[in-house]
């Protein structure tokens, strides 16, 4: 069997939908056959590997544990969707909260168990700032921690193809950027449908501006479309993307939409969010997108609201302020690219 790599890649939060869903793909993506799982909750932990043995899957060197040494000593790759989805009665501050306090105790982890790991990537929401505050703590380059954001562009493609009844591969390139979340900056300039610019779609009414509009939301609120349709949180694409961008991390296939990644240029600084990105062996590097002046204002305004989430979790004393960043990882105060 040939594998990316036999380094050891440990999946965190593997008891989970989304955990679970990961283990299988990376599995069957032949990633590694040293695949550690992990999660607090021992009883569901052993109910997925139980099944994973079950598939009677070939070469495999399957661990798991509800330790956190074992699980993260040696790790050199990390998917994480370990924390809670939102719940009924939950405030969103309630979430950010509690997945910000866990994203803390993960970076530590990190930082005392496997400070030489080679990529991470953060999938528990809201992924853009628990992706920072991981990224904080691990105290690791910025270069090695990216963030699942990458469905809000796959759903752009997908209500693409249904609105002109084609084929999704004749969507190309189609792209949001910014915040994960409903403050998100859905692009029309960089997208072509069947090979003509969706721009030109637009202005010349072939999708009228009414449907364009609608589009976006349905975009937007892709994930709640989910809850509705299934009575809970997506797990299967947020699985499958995040084992695509830890795989191109192991020198897999090239990971073909935006990631999260760390920001600090003269544009926008010392935040987490959605850009246009190349994941490698060398981990992820990213360029300034340039959108039409409605689109790089709507960018604008989801790196101001990524700033304010940013601000609360300082002002709930969960990260300190930013002028202090550096004392945690030094890498932070650096420009990154
Ligand atoms: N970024 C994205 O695009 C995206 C998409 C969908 C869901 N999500 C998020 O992913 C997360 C996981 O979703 P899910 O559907 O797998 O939820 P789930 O409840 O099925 O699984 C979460 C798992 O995390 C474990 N966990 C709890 N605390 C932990 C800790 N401190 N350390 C490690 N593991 C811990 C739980 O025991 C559970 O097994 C949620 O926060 C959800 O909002 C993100």
Known sequence: MKYLTDEKLLIVGAGGMIGSNMAQTAIMMHLTPNICLYDPYAKGLEGVAEE?????????????????????????????????????????????KGNAQIAEDFGKNVRKYCPDVKHIVVIFNPADITGLVTLLYSGVKPSCV???????STRLRSELAKYFSISPDKITNARTYGGHGEQMAVFESTTLVDGKPLKELIESKEIPEKDWEELKIRVI?????????????????????????I??????????????????????????????????????????????????????????????????????????????????????????R
């Open 52 to 96: 994973l043995l079950h598939c009677g899957f070939e070469g495999l060197n399957l661990t798991y544990t509800d330790d956190i040494e074992t699980a993260f000593t040696g790790a050199k790759y990390i998917v994480s969707s370990g924390g809670a989805p939102r719940k009924a009665g939950m405030t969103r501050e309630d979430l950010l």
């Open 146 to 152: 990216t963030t699942l954001a990458a469905l809000d």
């Open 221 to 245: 609120q892709g994930g709640k479309n989910i809850i509705d349709l299934r009575g809970r949180s997506s797990f299967q694409s947020p699985a499958y993307l995040s084992i695509e961008m």
């Open 247 to 336: 795989a191109a991390a192991m020198g897999g296939p090239s990971f073909k939409w935006p990631a999260g990644v760390y920001v600090n240029d003269k544009k926008f600084s010392h935040i987490m969010m959605a850009m246009e990105t190349t994941i490698n062996k060398d981990g992820v590097s990213f360029r300034q997108v340039d959108g039409t002046p409605e689109e790089n204002a709507a960018l604008e305004k989801s790196y101001q609201h990524l700033c304010a989430l940013r601000d609360e979790v300082i002002s709930l004393g969960i990260m300190p302020p930013v002028s202090e960043w550096s004392r945690l990882n030094p890498y932070m105060d650096e420009e990154t």
